[in-house]
């Protein structure tokens, strides 16, 4: 999602760039892979490692032997990481220990949690890249306060958002139809989406039943749809867990079935980072179930109240927006859909 719009950004200037695609292999699933670059519209991969599967090491560890490879033949001039994923980390260590010029996408993020993987892969990375594309001023605050050279840092906007704008204009065209979940909402009318996955909601059987039950009660009064993450799945059969009878299970969904779902929800309940923003770019209410954020402008500017996993929060955050209250919000400076353009002036003028 975050690349789509940086590689039309570099077709557009290919008087200037040649890229080239590694595809790392992290996300493996089919239902989450093949299908989102189909409907993206991201070009074939040129090179796919076998990064999937295993623990956070072993992961990162067959990225880094896979790509080390590859950069040793293509020695590209620069490498351009984006979000928090453990392919962030990986390629953006393998690049500069070859002395590669890293630049990195979604920059300057921090929720202050460390108990996050990602959070750990965000320092990481900031602490070796060498050009940062930043997506709120939050972020550029947190690079200066890390000792970062101030001309290296771009606040260029969000092209996660960039992706949403274009591929929302698409859902409007018979290419972008997107057919299950048109057929949902119209059964459903009023309803929630929502999302669950980040190892402290899911991994902990006490939490993740506290969860259930405080989302089964919102159900019974405004219908949930719930695309479930087959890791999520996994641990809710391993507790014994259910989610009821109102609360409606999907398995996962393409991006353009789940932004045709939540787009018009009533509210959006999640873990997600990215989704925090996207509710944010389009005005819908979001509600996280987290006790922290590394997107703060999406609470201090946006639509995104934070609850954690308290019921009494999550229940009261619902009222107050069915009520017609809840956090109103605007889009920030920069989420207009031109921030993988931004990326790719600055770079036309960096020596790499």
Known sequence: MK??????????????????I???????????????????????????????????????????????????TARPGMVIVVGDVNSTLACSIVAKKQSLSVAHVEAGLRSGDRTMPEEINRL???????????????????????????????????????????QKAKLETVEGMAPVTAALKDKLGRYGAMTLHRPSNVDDRDTFARLLDALKKIAADLPLVFPMHPRTRKQMEAF??????????????SYMEFLNLWKDAALVLTD?????????????SCITLRDNTERPVTVTEGTNVLVGSDPARIAAAVRDVLSGGGHAGRCPALWDGHAADRIVSTLRNVAF
């Not at 060498?130 to 001309?151: C, S, Y």
């Not at 840092?153 to 704008?165: F, R, S, T």
């Open 3 to 20: 690349i789509a719009p940086i590689v039309r950004a570099l077709d557009r200037a290919r008087d200037t760039f040649s890229y080239e």
């Open 22 to 72: 590694v595809h790392t292999g992290q996300h493996y699933d089919e239902e989450m892979n093949a299908v989102f670059l189909r409907e993206l519209g991201i070009p074939s991969p040129t090179v796919l490692l076998q990064g999937g599967g295993g623990s956070h090491a072993q992961q990162t560890a067959r990225i880094m032997t896979g790509f080390e490879e590859y950069c040793k």
């Open 124 to 166: 990481v990375t900031d602490s070796i890249s060498d050009w940062f594309f930043v997506t709120e001023p939050e972020g550029v605050a947190n690079l200066m306060r890390e000792g970062h050279a101030p001309e290296r840092i771009h606040h260029v906007g969000h092209v996660m958002i960039d992706n949403l704008l274009y």
């Open 240 to 253: 014994g867990l259910d989610a009821g009878s109102d609360i409606k299970l999907l398995p996962p969904l």
């Open 272 to 284: 997600s980072g990215g989704l925090q923003e996207e509710t944010t770019a389009l005005g819908v």
